[in-house]
């Protein structure tokens, strides 16, 4: 078993981690008893905290998902009559779509010739009902089209099912290769499958990968590491990455593998983390974002300050001083404010509002250290930003979720009670801690 399902593999709801939370120690115990309730509690509080990420990653990108890649935030309120404050479904259309600019035989936008030669991958080997959409001649497909109030991205989808893959497998530890191959072999059981979801967009990741993936079509866990692990290492030493695979969408997934090494040392999560985007994500730069990103959930995991940790990633991503400006400005209006949201609404435009790694990611610290003990707020800021909101979220929600175990503020229960896919899976997982 992994690290943190053998600490907490008799406490099996967040109810019961709230208990032991609240455990008192008298006087009388002996000096032996005192440590072990501490260290129980300590589990339990480092348990909810997992519990409340996964809770946190779920909510911020549903909310969002509606309202995904809206780069001009008026459209927002256009469409939805106000700021977005609840989960909501999409429309049909979206206001800035270039889904029918989208490549549908493998990364980017219009396919090359020699993608053309090798035929769609959307329709054909993923995305088995929804090529249409994307080569609808109206151009104004919504990403989304197919989903409902309350529920999650592709991306998040395949989160959850790596998590619960992780949670059930008896690995040693996330880091080590069997967990990846395990992972990878139900990520594409669950792509290649007609009617496993019913998103309509998978974006350039998924269509790179199965692009090459179709070549020899790998079922089993060994055969098709194997085949990442190749495919990988020719794509890290091109002189031409694929600049469409730096982008926050690298997150989401490796969000369980750093969430199941909670109780591991640093290095152990940041190193399950690293190595499975690789096989993802295989650009020369992505493993510093994620290394960034991951050693700050790990230690808010543990407890450690969300503003703390924040303020450390936007000095390492150079980020540091813009941040302060726009968080100094904000300070001058009521929190909840629309004069408030502004600002955090131009600080990410400023930042990072696309999906390529270096601004995403300032865009989601800096979120992250405006709202570090207030994960509601957070997310509804996240989302009304617009942008690349749904994988930016996901990567702060999660993070905003671990410390709320520890600040008291955690996920609304009537946002849990309406997340319709992690009402299906999260419990799931939460057992086999």
């Known amino acids: 078993m992994l690290a943190l399902p053998v600490l907490f593999r008799n406490c099996l709801t967040v109810k019961l981690c709230k208990l032991r939370c609240g455990s008192s120690r008298t006087s009388g ?23 409340e990420a996964f809770w946190g990653m779920c909510a911020a990108d549903s909310m969002s998902m509606p309202v995904h890649w809206y780069y001009n935030i008026q459209d927002i309120r256009r469409d939805f009559g106000g700021w977005i404050a609840a989960f909501s479904s999409p429309p049909d259309k979206h206001p800035s779509s270039i889904l029918s600019l989208s490549n549908t035989a493998g990364s980017g936008r219009s396919a090359s010739s020699s993608s053309k030669n090798r035929g769609d991958v959307v329709g054909n080997v993923i995305l088995h009902d929804k090529l249409d959409l994307w080569k609808s001649g109206t151009g104004s497909v919504h990403y989304h089209q197919g989903l409902h109030a309350g ?22 530890d996330a880091s080590l290769p069997d967990a990846r191959a395990a992972v990878l072999s139900d990520y594409v059981r669950f792509l290649t499958t007609p009617g496993s979801h019913a998103d309509t967009y998978a974006e350039s990741f998924h269509r790179s990968f199965f692009a090459d993936w179709r070549d020899s079509s790998p079922t089993s866990p060994d055969e098709i590491l194997k085949f990442a692990e190749k495919r990988s290492a020719l794509k890290l030493s091109s002189p031409f ?37 690789k096989l993802t994500h295989p650009h020369p730069k992505v493993p510093k974002y994620v290394s960034i990103y991951s050693r700050a959930l790990h230690a808010v995991l543990g407890g450690a300050s969300v503003r703390q940790q924040a303020e450390h990633a936007l000095r390492k991503l150079d980020a540091w001083d813009a941040c302060q400006s ?87 229960q009537e946002w849990k009670d309406d997340l319709k896919d992690g009402q299906e899976l999260i419990p799931e997982i939460l057992k086999k801690l």
Do not use: W
Request: net charge neutral.
């Open 326 to 412: 726009y968080s100094h400005k904000a300070a001058r209006f009521p929190a909840s404010s629309a004069d408030r949201l502004k600002v955090h609404q131009s600080a990410v435009n400023y930042l990072g509002l696309a999906c390529y790694n270096d601004g995403a990611l300032s865009s989601m610290f800096y979120l992250a250290y405006e709202f570090h003990d207030d994960p509601k707020e957070g997310i509804l800021a996240n989302t009304n930003c617009g942008g690349e909101n749904c994988n930016r979220g996901a990567a702060l929600g999660a993070l905003l979720g671990a410390g709320a175990a520890y600040s008291g503020r955690g996920i609304p």
């Open 151 to 172: 529920e999650n991205t592709l991306n998040l989808l395949c989160t959850l099912r790596a998590a619960r893959t992780l949670a059930s497998g008896g690995f040693a």
């Open 29 to 51: 115990e002996p000096s032996g008893q005192r440590s072990k309730v501490k260290v129980s509690t300590d589990m339990a509080v480092v348990r909810q905290a997992v519990c």
């Open 241 to 277: 990455p694929d600049g469409q695979l730096n982008a926050i969408g690298c997150l989401p997934m490796i969000i369980p593998f750093v969430l199941l090494s909670a109780s591991a040392n640093e290095e152990q999560a940041v190193s399950a983390a690293v190595e499975f985007v």
